[in-house]
């Protein structure tokens, strides 16, 4: 397959990922020729065999983001970008993440920060991390079979990123792998592991709690004057609780 990586998109924001150079496109708004799609400049107009108008750029990391294969629950863009503000993540930063999964949230943060380890126990979700990062081109992430909750091999980490359904029991690693002023967050979805986070936090030495909250995010409908919250979308995703590592 010669492959294409071009996004369409149609006037009503309908957004369509071609990677086949060699096949015609079809969509349910009828398809576009194969060499309409590689004769193609940036942002030029093409139109399907049913006349509907596509538009065809270059993917964004953020098109071929939303591609990755998933598995393991993913951490939602809504609470990434609440990581990343929180925590001040960016081209200077080293982070540790754990578990994996399907290294969505390990992936993201790659796109902005200087490093990225990402730790996982099971090799099957090893195996979709690293097919992720090839799928994303990324060269800064390391996926290594580590249990977080037993040692860590990394040092001097800027933030920690936990998803792991009992990250209390990995406060003495992460400390660890932290440098003073370090920020660890925590990812749960429900409030038993809130508590039992944040109760261990309190009693470790190393580390002070911050805060823990939950973003929602309300998508609206805009339809000339009928406007108003979509009735559907995603209700509840996880509480995230920060800390900071204070001591050696
Ligand atoms: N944040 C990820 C999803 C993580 S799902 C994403 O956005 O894609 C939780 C993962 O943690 C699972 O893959 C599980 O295998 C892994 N895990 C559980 N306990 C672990 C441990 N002690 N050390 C490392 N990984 C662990």
Same mark, same amino acid.
């Given at each position: 397959?010669?492959?294409? &990586? ?7 924001? $309908?957004?369509?990922?071609? &990677? ?40 964004? /990391? ?13 951490? =939602?863009? &809504?609470?990434?970008? /609440?990581?990343?503000? +929180?925590?001040?993540?960016? $081209? ?5 993440? !754990? ?10 943060? #790659? ?11 099971? +090799? ?10 090839? /799928? ?12 977080? /909750? ?19 029991? !990995? ?8 440098? =003073? ?13 809130? !508590?039992?986070?944040?109760? #261990? ?12 909250? +939950? ?13 108003? =919250? ?13 800390? $900071? &590592?204070?001591?050696?």
């Amino acid at each position: 397959m010669e492959e294409l &990586k071009k996004i369409v998109i149609t006037r009503q924001g $309908r957004k369509f990922y071609v &990677k086949n150079a060699d096949e015609d496109f079809h969509t349910q708004y009828g398809f576009i020729k194969k060499d309409d799609l590689k004769n193609a400049g940036e942002g030029d107009l093409l139109k399907s065999n049913t006349n509907k108008e596509f538009f065809i750029f270059n993917p964004f /990391f953020i098109d071929l983001y939303r591609k990755i294969k998933r598995d393991a629950q993913i951490v =939602p863009l &809504k609470d990434i970008g /609440f990581i990343i503000a +929180e925590t001040g993540i960016n $081209r200077e930063s080293r982070i540790l993440d !754990a578990g994996s999964g399907s290294g969505a949230l390990s992936c993201f943060l #790659a796109g902005i920060a200087k490093e990225v380890i990402t730790y996982e126990i099971r +090799e099957d979700f090893i195996e979709i991390v690293n097919k992720n990062i090839d /799928f994303l081109n990324l060269k800064n992430i390391k996926v290594k079979k580590i249990n977080i /909750f037993d040692n860590v091999d990394d040092k001097n980490i800027d933030v920690v990123t936990l998803d792991v359904p009992e990250p209390w029991n !990995a406060l003495d690693s992460c400390s660890k792998a932290l440098k =003073p002023g370090g920020f660890l967050v925590s990812y749960s979805p429900s409030v038993p592991q809130v !508590a039992d986070f944040v109760n #261990a936090l309190r009693k470790n030495a190393n580390l002070v709690y911050l805060k823990t909250a +939950e973003i929602i995010e309300r998508e609206w409908e805009v339809e000339e004057r009928k406007v108003r =919250p979509k009735s559907s979308g995603l209700c509840h995703s996880g509480f995230l609780s920060f800390a $900071r &590592k204070v001591r050696q």
